[in-house]
Nanobody, 116 residues
């Protein structure tokens, strides 16, 4: 089992910045990819950014140039730096971890609210 604990959500005005952190514990050595998804009210959960071990980072077109994802594998941590936030970025953000055996784990979610 892998446990994911997120921190860093909150409320900000448009144009502002937030930084989300996620720390994995448990059987974290099994983790391949880590990243972030988000789900806005009435919408499906969508990929924001993903870093696989030794692979190319994936970032949603809607956040390219504004969001940056980074990962410290030694600390089992993934960071999402969000700049130039827009009201449409308002959502619950979920930390994601996928293992080599294709198991998927989710954090509890952290709310991000961007006001205009």
């Amino acid at each position: 089992q892998v446990q994911l604990v997120e921190s860093g959500g909150g409320s900000v005005q448009a144009g502002g910045s937030l930084r989300l952190s996620c720390v994995a514990s448990g059987r974290s050595l099994l983790i391949n990819a880590m990243g972030w998804y988000r789900q806005a009210p009435g919408k499906q959960r969508e990929l924001v950014a993903l870093i696989p071990s030794g692979g190319d980072t994936s970032i949603a077109d809607s956040v390219k140039g504004r969001f940056t994802i980074s990962r410290d594998s030694a600390k089992n941590t993934v960071i999402l730096q969000m700049n130039s936030l827009k009201p449409e970025d308002t959502a619950v953000y979920y930390c994601y971890a996928g293992t080599w055996s294709r198991n998927v784990y989710w954090g509890q979610g952290t709310q991000v609210i961007v006001s205009s």
